[in-house]
């Protein structure tokens, strides 16, 4: 869940029991959706995802004025290293007579073969190129967003 530029998201990966009618499903949810006002509620089969889910090793901190491009560039660095992003925290801090500052926080995944040093060096140059700081620390055991 959260809150993306005012409008609320929330997104659900679910198991249903064995022999579930999905088209009742959906016509129920399509019906609560109109009754609550919602402005999208989909529901799609998820295919290929495997039993385990990765499990997060590193925390990766952005802070900086907002603006566009910023989640962007970040998660492409992640992306073209296979890294998964676990958990995702953003907010918009607004003070008044101020810039409008942003912060995100992502719990990630990293494969066995990425080299920590190598990301943050890449993390850095993002930083310096959105001019925000992003840290990168490695996750303590029990620590979660």
Do not use: C, W
């Not at 995802?49 to 990765?54: C, D, E, Q, S």
């Not at 190598?118 to 992003?134: H, K, M, P, S, W």
């Amino acid at each position: 869940m959260t809150i993306l530029r005012g409008h609320f998201a929330q997104m659900l990966i679910v198991t249903l029991p064995e022999g579930a009618d999905t088209n009742s499903l959906s016509a129920d949810l399509d019906a609560i959706a109109g009754e609550l006002g919602l402005e999208a509620l989909f529901l799609r089969e998820l295919t290929g995802m495997g039993t385990l889910a990765p499990e997060p090793s590193h925390v990766v901190t952005v802070y900086g004025v907002d603006h566009p491009g910023i989640v962007h560039q970040t998660t492409k660095v992640l992306a073209e290293r296979a890294i998964d992003i676990t958990d995702l925290n953003a907010r918009l801090v607004e003070e008044e007579g101020e810039e409008t500052l942003y912060t995100l926080m992502m719990e990630v995944a990293l494969p066995a073969k990425q080299d920590a040093d190598e990301l943050e060096e890449a993390l850095a140059g993002v930083a310096l190129r959105e001019q925000v700081e992003i840290g990168l620390r490695e996750l303590e055991l029990g620590e979660a967003l």
